[in-house]
């Protein structure tokens, strides 16, 4: 009996740092693997709109860092993660608050990219729902994989695409800037 009671503290001692972390509701994993690496959780926060949260975007690398302009140009594997928190997106406004994004981190001049813009956007076209989990994949000679609930939707390749994409979160004009900084892990 006492070993089960010591057994039973120690885990609830531990447990409070071996747990993920808990944002909106969602809990956020502390690591995920790509191909044959783990990349740790860098920061995590709530992208809202109108005081309404759409979703919880997560930055995952292989080891952590603020600097966002070198994560943007970095050609490593990283990911960034999208919890869907609200049945207000359907596909149709993720497409377009993506392209927006796109515009936003580009400074406007997506023509070299356009076509790999239309890719990511196709697959965001499917119904999007409440709960989705995105995973936008960066691989280095593969490119960006787009993965929806598990399920791969569309490849994307080229540095300078991943570069405009991660920028729609981290560049200096980003889609909201309390997400970057806690995508940092600097709030």
Not at 38 to 62: D, E, P, Q, T
Not at 78 to 90: K, P, W
Not at 92 to 105: I, N, Q, R, Y
Request: a negative charge; charged letters at 20%; proline letters at 3%.
């Amino acid at each position: 009996m006492l070993r089960i009671a010591m057994t039973l503290f120690v885990c609830l001692a531990i447990a409070p740092f071996t747990q993920a972390k808990m944002i909106n509701d969602v809990d956020i994993a502390d690591s995920i693997q790509v191909a044959d690496q783990s990349l740790a959780l860098n920061g995590a926060g709530i992208r809202s709109k109108f005081f309404l949260n759409l979703y919880v975007g997560a930055l995952y690398l292989n080891q952590k860092s603020t600097d966002a302009d070198a994560l943007i140009g970095a050609d490593e594997a990283m990911t960034i993660r999208l919890y869907i928190t609200s049945s207000l997106i359907d596909g149709e406004k993720m497409s377009e608050a993506t392209l927006d994004g796109f515009v936003k981190s580009t400074g406007g001049n997506l023509t070299p990219i356009q076509s790999e813009v239309e890719l990511l956007i196709g697959a965001f076209r499917d119904a999007v729902a409440d709960k989705d989990v995105f995973d936008l994949q960066y691989l280095p000679g593969q490119g960006v994989s787009v993965i929806r609930n598990g399920e791969v939707k569309v490849v994307v390749p080229g540095l300078s695409f991943k570069k405009a994409l991660f920028g729609i979160w981290l560049s200096d004009d980003p889609v909201q800037d309390d997400l970057k900084e806690d995508m940092l892990g600097e709030a």
